[in-house]
């Protein structure tokens, strides 16, 4: 069955989609993305990634096309048509279609698209082998707390690592790790502590990353926000990323060199499990206080 697509107020066939070769998005990369994950067929902290959606298109000028409320309602009615159990909805906004020129005139229309993607993410390989992660320059601009979808840099990295059979790229500057290439990177210390490095304009906001945070303060874990070198994570106790299509991904090595024993750890395992809880705990809620 054809997969369905929502394209500016409409929801219409894949293979009927189309977007302007004028759109702003394809010329300039215009636009900001977001991702919210879909467990057992209902959004997965869909509330903060609309938030940060509305944050992300503020930060570049676009006026968000909907309220939250009806973003959710437009994400479930996708979710619903393409019978999607499990997987990520993507939603892109950009500035509209224009003649190509730098500047634009007040009265753009924003191009709205949304589809879905299915993926195993709970229960995924990864999970069980643990991921194997090379790092890489970060070449990427100096707003990356905005979500755009110039990811050209990323693409490239990424690119890198899977040739040399990584799962993941870890972006460094100046001999610290930011984060890695569409994750937030996470290290245990030899003290049991947790840290990452602290929110700015050179790392997103993760959304999974927050969650995460508030799981393992009330696990009783320490947490630490700072910079992480590359050495210090090579010699951490155990290292993990965090991604809302991964959740919580345990790294078993970085440049060819394991981390801890080269398997996944006890704390990427055991967030793991509880954010997977937490999802669907707040799912069932959400469902209850849905009118009937």
């Known amino acids: 069955m054809d997969r369905t697509i929502y394209l500016d107020g409409a929801f219409v066939p894949a293979a009927d989609a189309r977007v302007s070769v004028m759109d702003r998005g394809f010329l300039f990369a215009d636009g900001i993305y977001e991702v919210s994950a879909v467990l057992d067929g209902r959004l997965v902290d869909n509330d903060a990634h609309l938030a940060r959606l509305d944050r992300s298109l503020a930060a570049i000028g676009i006026a968000n096309p909907h309220a939250p409320e009806a973003w959710a309602r ?40 949304m589809f879905t993607q299915p993926k195993t993410i709970v ?4 999970q069980a082998s643990g991921a194997r992660v090379v790092t890489r320059p970060d070449l990427r601009w100096a707003r990356r ?43 245990v210390t030899a003290a049991g502590a947790l840290v990452t490095r602290p929110l700015s304009h050179a790392v997103l906001p993760g959304i999974t990353r927050l969650a995460v945070m508030r799981l393992a303060a009330e696990a009783g874990l320490a947490l630490d926000e700072r910079a992480i070198a590359v050495d210090e994570a090579v010699a951490a106790r155990e290292v993990f990323f965090t991604s809302a299509s991964n959740f919580v991904v345990p790294v078993v090595a970085i440049d060819g060199s394991d981390i801890g024993d080269g398997r996944p750890g006890p704390h990427a395992r055991r967030l793991m499990a509880l954010y997977v809880a937490l999802a669907r705990a707040e799912a069932e809620d959400r469902a209850g206080q849905a009118p009937g």
Request: glycine share 12%.
């Open 74 to 113: 437009l994400q479930a009615e996708l979710v619903r048509r393409n019978g999607l159990a499990e997987g990520v909805v993507y939603i892109q906004v950009t500035r509209g279609a224009a003649e190509r020129d730098f500047g634009y005139g007040p009265d753009l229309v924003p191009t709205v698209v």
């Open 123 to 126: 229960g995924a390989p990864v």
């Open 145 to 187: 707390d905005i979500k755009s979808v110039g990811l050209l840099a990323q693409v490239m990295a990424k690119r890198e690592a899977a040739a040399a059979g990584a799962a993941e790229v870890f972006m460094v500057e100046d001999g610290f790790i930011t984060e890695g290439g569409s994750s937030t990177v996470f290290v």
